[in-house]
């Protein structure tokens, strides 16, 4: 069994001291086909519970607005998807631990108490979206946030919970990334006024999935048929977040853009590799882009796309990218 000084432990305390929750990360990939599993620790002092239960959950959700718009006792934020679980006094039995909770049980004895949470497959990853730079509080996006409180039922309206009574920890869910695949590919033909022949443009990428940072290599096939000259190319990427939650609405930004001076004469044929790197820096000023949940104040990316599995139904916000190609008049999509 790995000993505790193998994990970077993170601990939240309640106000009242009663119980501290513990992590050993606070990142956790979706595999697509599956999601990494949540699971800790939680210390209780039973001598503060004074005849209540301890109860931890784990939930999605969207934010839909700012803590300084909750001015009329409304809540901004929507659960996607809660799992809730007594821990104390415990009803499972003595479930099987894993190695990362053998080591803090170890550390923090017989008062520890572990927990774990499967994720479904159709959740979204940790998105949020780039508010202005006057901005405060939270952004809007989605986020997964762990949470043990003391309480006498789980889940009682009525029932008034008191911060000190609870601790919580933000965790991240992130896009794993498979193995690469062959390159989209798109082709048009488009035919000008005046003109009895067409322009035809393909264009394709090499590689199914780039990185943060990778430059994008696009490899533009021209054949100009036409008597008029190709003057201009120009690339662009387009960021796509679909926004669903009570309905669904798609939000485009441009996070790139390059344009390269290259002629194209009449009745010739043309083929080159352009390359375009959308980056966050680049953006900075961009207010709505979706960026990479962040822990803090921690540096993100731009937003990494949702890889789905099948027609799986999922909430949230989707995010995917358009690689666009311009030549002259004539544009191909991928």
């Known amino acids: 069994v790995p000993s505790v000084s193998c994990y970077r432990v993170f601990k939240k305390t309640s106000g009242n001291g009663v119980i501290a929750l513990y992590l050993g990360r606070r990142d956790f990939v979706d595999h697509v086909d599956s999601v990494d599993l949540v699971d800790g620790i939680v210390k209780v002092d039973p001598s503060g519970l004074n005849g209540r239960k301890v109860f931890i959950y784990l939930a999605c959700a969207f934010r839909y607005g700012s803590d300084d718009l909750d001015v009329i006792s409304l809540s901004f934020r929507r659960d996607i998807w809660l799992k809730r679980i007594q821990i104390y006094p415990p009803t499972n039995g003595n479930p099987t631990k894993t190695p990362m909770q053998e080591s803090l049980l170890k550390k923090v004895g017989e008062q520890g108490c572990p927990f774990s949470f499967q994720m479904p497959t159709n959740l979204p990853c940790s998105v949020s979206c780039q508010p202005r730079p006057n901005d405060r509080g939270k952004a809007c996006g989605v986020d997964f946030e762990v949470k043990a409180y003391l309480a006498n039922d789980a889940d009682n309206p009525d029932e008034v919970i008191d911060k000190k009574d609870t601790c919580r920890l933000m965790i991240r869910k992130i896009q794993y990334a498979p193995a690469n695949k062959a390159g989209p590919k798109a082709e048009l033909s488009k035919q000008f006024m005046m003109s009895d022949k067409p322009i035809h443009v393909q264009a394709c990428l090499e590689k199914e999935v780039y990185y943060h940072g990778d430059p994008i290599t696009v490899n533009v096939k021209i054949n100009n048929e036409t008597t008029k000259t190709v003057k201009k190319i120009k690339i662009t990427v387009d960021q796509l977040a679909n926004v669903v939650l009570y309905s669904s609405d798609t939000y485009t930004k441009e996070v ?79």
Request: proline share 1%.
């Open 256 to 334: 790139c853009a390059e344009e390269f001076e290259e002629t194209v004469g009449a009745c010739s044929t043309y083929e080159k590799n352009f390359q375009v790197t959308p980056l966050l820096a680049n953006n900075k000023e961009k207010r709505g882009i979706a960026v990479d949940g962040r822990l803090k104040d921690e540096d993100t990316n731009l937003a990494s796309t949702t890889l789905s599995q099948g027609d799986k139904e999922m909430q949230g916000i989707i995010v995917s990218y358009k690689v666009k190609v311009t030549v002259a008049n004539t544009f191909v999509f991928f």
